[in-house]
């Protein structure tokens, strides 16, 4: 088998949400959007209900099928973006709550859905999703009496503690719901951090959840190990990969593992990238290609047969760093084509 083996550490996950949850005297809602962040969210979600999580979040109403059949009808998924035009059949037929962000949407649900449960999002300045000051004016008291499961906003820049954003989102959020019934929530992983002024009735994890950044004392879940195809040995002076984008300057053996952008090992990664055998760290050379990518290993004392590119030594934020980003997109990016073992 030559594809890159993806271990995904169910215990880990477990235990990052117990950590979370332990931070807060409140519930602890999981954020499984964009199938948990890449690592499967049927699996993600069932072990995440067996630790008594009742609260899931998703972020479209297409990704719920998969999720509604891991944990069957024991617990509330609910839809980030709300209800859009055709999507009330499957948020009636999959007992899903939108969370609806605007006039229009608020309308389209009472006016299909009367019954069905939903919640409701403010927007407190990030400018992204939720209703605005002067259409909550407008809708709260009819949208408050129809008795929504929550009342949410989301902070931009919770990763950032001493952001003056956080605590003015905060003042917007109190201003918006102070005096209302209907439980409250505001922080993700980020403001789950700042601290109990900021968790209301619930939190929302995410990132925290999969081991990533800013959730620093989490356990890592992911693991991710390259399979060496071939091994070969160059003199001096030859060059490596597409666009002879790397020569060697001494007697080299080059690895060859299979993997490369079509895995979401973005190109962007060649700089600066190692990869890992054992504790040691083994540099990237030449190009990231499709479906391949080059290790300088003469320094190891023995052919390896696979290099890690995710591990204890070089967690998915680090990776995230070398190639620009953040640790949200590493994992969301991780390709199909990995053989997947769920461990824990
Ligand atoms: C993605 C998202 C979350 C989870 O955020 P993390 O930073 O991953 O914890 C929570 N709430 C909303 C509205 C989101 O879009």
Redesign the pocket.
Known sequence: MSTGHLTIDLAALAHNWRSLNALTACDTAA?I?ADAYGLGAGRVAKTLAKQGVRTF?IAMVEEAAAIREAIGDTAQIRV?SGHMRGDTDTIAALHLTPILNSVDQIQRHFEALPDAPFGLQLDTGMNRLGLEWDDWAAVAEAALRRKPVVVMS?LACADEPDHPMNPYQLDIFHQMTDGITTPRSLA???GILLGPAYHFDEC?????LYGGHPFVDARPVVRLDLPVIQIRDLTAGEVVGYGNAWQADRPTRLATVAAGYADGLHRALARGLHLWHGHTPCPVVGRISMDAITVDVTDLPEDPASLAIICEDQPVDRLAQVAGTIG?EMLTSLGTRYSRRYAG
Do not use: Q
């Not at 929302?204 to 925290?208: E, F, N």
């Open positions: 954020v959007k979040y980030l989301h993700a992983t980020g929302r994890a995410g990132i925290g949200y």
